[in-house]
């Protein structure tokens, strides 16, 4: 069973860094791209960034909204996926899940539970 | 980027109801379209890829149609596991957008 578990969020101050973690199990990790989803509190869903699998190169997307704060990377022989994020500011507090991109149709067929980022002081 | 948008934003309807979501692209997206349920509280779950192809699991009630930039989301007979909110994906192309959402709701 394909399975994804988000950890490291929880209360930062604006300008503050804080780094996420996806772990993942039950497929191929090496074999997916993987993207962060946030929601921010009663809103909705926003993509965040994409990195892709070793054959691509391990290239990376952002959304304008964090490009240059942002950064996605991802480590195979752990299974594991991480937003490390710089210069928080408020509009950055949302839930953040991380997705695995599926073959058929190249979207997300599975997502962890989300963490919650809080950025305030 | 590519705008998304829904219609309506929240639709109140009752168990045995057939519903319609409506989304709209800004551009052309061919059938780079997908349908996301999220319930309160839960991860987004995935409904319909590419527009029309229904993702292994999800009920036969659920169906998808459209090309270009006109998608609809159909649930033939409503239950009460459907009232949740409803959000269109395109991904055609980067950035990758969503829809704002529409709330089916008692």
């Known amino acids: 069973e394909v399975y994804l578990e988000e950890s490291g969020g929880g209360l930062v101050q604006p300008g503050g860094s804080l780094r996420l973690s996806c772990t993942a199990s039950g497929f191929t990790f090496s074999d997916h791209y993987m993207d962060w989803v946030r929601q921010a509190p009663g809103k909705g869903l926003e993509w965040v960034g994409r990195i892709k699998h070793r054959s691509d190169g391990y290239i990376t997307q952002y959304a304008a909204s964090v490009t240059g704060r942002f950064t996605i990377s991802r480590d195979d022989s752990k299974n594991s996926l991480f937003l490390q994020m710089n210069s928080l500011t408020t509009d950055d507090t949302a839930t953040y899940y991380c997705?695995?991109?599926?073959?058929?149709?190249?979207?997300?067929?599975?997502w962890g539970q989300g963490t919650l980022v809080t950025v305030s002081s | 980027d590519v705008q998304m948008t829904q219609s309506p934003s929240t639709l109140s309807a009752s168990v045995g109801d057939r519903v319609s979501i409506s989304c709209r692209a800004s551009?052309?997206?061919?059938?780079?379209l997908a349908w996301f349920q999220q319930r309160p509280g839960k991860a987004p779950r995935l409904l319909i890829y590419k527009a029309i192809s229904l993702h292994t699991g999800v009920p036969s009630r659920f169906s998808g149609s459209g090309s270009g930039r006109e998608f609809t989301l159909t649930i033939s007979s409503l239950q009460p596991d459907d009232f949740a909110t409803y959000y269109c994906?395109?991904?055609?192309?980067?950035?990758?957008?969503f829809g704002p959402g529409t709330k089916v709701d008692i």
């Open positions: 551009e052309n997206i061919n059938t780079w």
């Open positions: 994906l395109q991904n055609d192309r980067y950035p990758l957008t």
């Open positions: 997705a695995r991109r599926a073959t058929p149709g190249l979207t997300w067929d599975s």
